[in-house]
Structures are given as C-alpha cells and as structure tokens.
C-alpha cells in the first residue's frame, strides 16, 4: 500500500524561502508530483519527478529521493499569492492517473 | 486550460435523493477521473475511465456509480445521497506526460 506523509501547516515570510517536506512509504510507482491548491479552487500541476535528484522551474524546484522515500518542494522569493495548500502525490507501478494524493501543506505567507 | 467543465458547480440535496454530477471535456482525452476531497483525507479516487463503456473503481468506489456513454462526459451517480457524501467533487483528465488536470470542482452538501 502506499502512505504518504506531509506537514498540515507552514507559515513563512514574504521573499524568504521554504521547503515543503513529503515522506512516502509505498511499495513502487512511477513518479512524484506536487499540486498547488488555492483555497476554493482545483489543484494545478506544479511539478513530477520520475528520476532521483533535483527538477528546477522558476521559483520552484522539486525533489527526489527513491532510496530515501522522501521528495520536497523548494519555493524560493516567496510571493504572498504562494499562500495555497500544495500536494504531494504518487502514481502506482501501472496505475496512470490513479494518484495516491498526501492531505496536503496549507502555507501561509506572512508579509 | 484542459477544456474541462463541471456540472453542477454547487448543489445541496436531502439524504436519500439521487445526484448525478457531470463531467464534459472538449480534448477528446480518453482517460477521466473522479475523485473527492474532505478535509483530514485530501484527494481520493472514486471511479476512472479509459474508455467509453469502460469504467473501474477507485479507493472508495461504495455508493458511486458512473458511465460513460460518449468521449466527452463522465457522470458521477450517487443513488441514494448519504451526509457522508458531502465533499467537493473533482473530475480530471489525464495530460501527455501523465499529469492529471482538474475541473474546477463540484460542492455538494447533503442534508
């Protein structure tokens, strides 16, 4: 089965960075994604990582790590429109679509 | 923009009354999905497509039912409205390098 693991709320500073931490334990898939979700509104595709190591775009980075069960996003010049909660997912070994979805990261960006 | 609408956007309903939620996409996807989203459980699949007439379960598939009968929609049917079906409902499909993208979400409130 699959678990998937993130912290339910982080606060941090406006321009400042943060790192949003996913820990999973699952028996194999094929990929990682992160999601972006405004309160109100329907999750956006922020990033998927399929290989080991570091996916950079814009101000925000994923990463991953197989042999450690851990991926996490990187958020730099935080911007106040960056509050939103962000989702960590897992899609199974021959399960395309079929995402395994954390409870999400609710982040508050203060000014 | 994945050419994905959803219908109806809010609804409120008494237990017992049957809801059909709709799907309806313009990109000729043949993967479709319905998930809910609670507070405490996040995103969670009810039922997929892969096809027209072909439809499967998802993790919490019980009091669901679905079809497809053409391309471009996907009916979500609860049969009998239960105070546990409140959530907010979204459809997705599934993207080129396998991301899904989401409808803007259907809230349902059953009293």
């Known amino acids: 089965g699959q678990n998937i693991d993130q912290p339910t709320e982080m606060t941090a500073t406006e321009g400042a960075i943060v790192q949003i931490n996913c820990t999973y334990q699952?028996?194999?898939?094929?990929?990682l994604f992160w999601y972006q979700q405004h309160a109100g509104e329907a999750p956006t595709f922020l990033s998927y990582?399929?290989?080991?190591g570091l996916e950079e775009k814009g101000r925000f980075s994923s990463f991953l790590s197989r042999s450690k069960g851990y991926s996490y996003l990187l958020l730099k010049e935080l911007q106040m429109k960056d509050s939103a909660s962000y989702l960590c997912a897992v899609v199974p070994y021959n399960q395309g679509g079929k995402l395994i979805f954390g409870q999400g990261t609710e982040l508050s960006v203060k000014p | 923009d994945a050419g994905i609408t959803q219908s109806p956007r809010h609804k409120v309903t008494e237990t017992g009354t049957p809801v059909t939620l709709r799907c309806h996409q313009t990109?000729?996807?043949?993967?479709m999905y319905w998930y809910r989203q609670d507070p405490g459980h996040g995103l969670r699949l009810i039922h997929y497509s892969y096809g027209v007439k072909d439809t499967d379960k998802g993790e919490v598939s019980d009091g669901y039912s679905v079809s497809r009968s053409k391309t471009e929609d996907f009916l979500l049917t609860l049969e009998s409205a239960t105070s546990s079906q409140t959530s907010v409902y979204f459809c997705?499909?599934?993207?080129?390098?396998?991301?899904?993208?989401f409808g803007e979400g259907s809230r349902l409130t059953v009293l």
């Open positions: 990109e000729n996807h043949r993967y």
């Open positions: 699952t028996s194999g898939f094929n990929g």
């Open positions: 990582n399929v290989l080991d």
């Open positions: 997705a499909i599934l993207g080129p390098t396998g991301e899904l993208f």
